[in-house]
């Protein structure tokens, strides 16, 4: 009895050592960095290796540039020269393609040694980083990335958001600087001046101002052609207006997104089943109902959309720079407006984000022999002069300078196919690259004349606590990405649903507690826990 009763414990001590190292099993150790490798790398300066080395990288490019070969592209050729770095892009993908291949890469096990602009989620950064595939940056940035770190100092929100549960960094963002608030903004309010002019009346300042102008356009036929056939409001969907009407109702006090500090508590508020949310529901309805909104706005397409504008049918919208997007005669006639002023006298611009944009933007993995170097490397894109050649090329052959301004070279400027021909030569056109943007390299609708005023007419009404994007455990993932993806897609269907009248409103009650037996309480608790987390991030 006892020899059996000893059998049985040894096999239970071996099952458990088993499931131990079951469980550790991908958790791999950081793998040390060479010696010879570290020894080879200037801290400061170019180049930036004494002597040359080949890094092998993984990126996502967009349709328009799809057909230029990295390999073979100014920016990368001057900045190789710069460097003595060698980058051989040995997979370039379009973005229909990037989720698949970025997969496919991660799970053959034939690595890159970095990861250049392939949108990697905080939920992949943390797997990878925790598995070892990715490496821990915190040192290296530390020791080797000045640029970046400064702006980590800068902006608190930025490496907050960069710090995973284990308090180590996996990546090097995309950043937006945090003085170019026309960026950071995105879509914003345009309204037709000439309409106003006929209309007698002023930019709506307050939500009743903005019913009364949208009720007046529908109503007096402000273009003159005798058809009522004018569009108060149209957008490409309903979240650019929702985005800058939400803040009339004190909605989104930290920026974007589901949650932000309760203001009647200490911890954090569930929008979608605030007061506040069910008025600015109850609002949108009211325009919506009385047509006062395209009708087919949950399901227009871009092209009817672009359509509607050049022919001048929009009173009010939601987009970039009519000038810049909607062009001629027509992209003249709009205006900006500004925050609303709700009918409680909440007045505030929320929707804008965190100047971390992107956090899996750059990933080294653990296949790089060079890690500090590359982190060096990407380092340069966080300054002045890394964002110029990033986004501005080389002097002299895509860009001069005028008076401290920066402009595309006439062949560039002047083109019919300006995207296409920047991207012969540059390699930001359609993707999110790592680094920063900054106002005076970006050219952009969102640093036009137009759109910078209007961000100064919205930067008074712009919270001060922007969060950046939480991160979050493994657990915490796999409630997120079960229970917490059901209740972030119920919100949104019954959102429209609500707006559109398809349900009443008075089934708010009814909605709130589907939401509630959808496990709210559980998914708040995995934000509070990211919030706490968070702040104490350092």
Known sequence: MVRKKFLVLMLAGLFLLLVACSNDEGKGKQPEIDQEALDNVNKSDFPIVKDEIALKMFTAK????????????????????????????TEQVTMDGLEEKRNLALASGTLPDAFFAANISNLDLYKYGQQGTFLELNELIDEYAPNLKKFMEENPSVKKGMTFPDGKIYSMPALRDQDFLSVRIGARPWINE????KLGMKVPETTDDLYAYL????????????????????GVNMDHLIGWVRGAYGLGANGVGDFDKDPNGDGLRFIPTSDGYKEMLEYLNKLYSEELIEQNIFSIEWGQFMANAAEGKYGLTTFYNPKKTFGGVEGDNYTNASALKGP????????????????????????????????????????????????????????????????????????????QLISKYLPWVGVNPPGVVKQKFFIGSEASEESLKAAEDIKPYVPEDLWAEFTYTEDENKLLSSKGADIEKYVKEMRDKFISGATPLSEWDNYVKTIEDMGLEEYMTIQEDAYKRYEEAE
Do not use: C
Not at 194 to 197: E, F, K, R
């Open 62 to 89: 967009s349709q328009v540039n799809a057909n230029e070969d990295w390999n073979d592209l100014l920016v990368w050729n001057t900045y190789e020269d710069q460097t003595n770095i060698d980058v051989e892009w």
């Open 194 to 197: 000439n309409w106003l002019d």
């Open 215 to 234: 009720k007046a356009v529908k109503e007096e036929d402000p273009n003159g052609n005798g058809k009522a056939d004018e569009i108060p409001y149209g």
């Open 344 to 419: 409680n006298g909440d007045q505030m611009y929320s929707n804008v984000v965190s100047p971390l944009f992107n956090n899996g933007a750059f990933v080294i993995t653990k296949e790089n022999p060079n890690p500090a170097a590359a982190v060096r490397w990407m380092d340069h894109f966080y300054s002045d002069e890394g964002a110029k050649l990033m986004y501005m090329g080389v002097e002299g052959e895509t860009f001069k300078e005028e008076n401290g301004e920066f402009k595309y070279v006439d062949e560039i400027e002047n083109s019919e196919e300006k995207n």
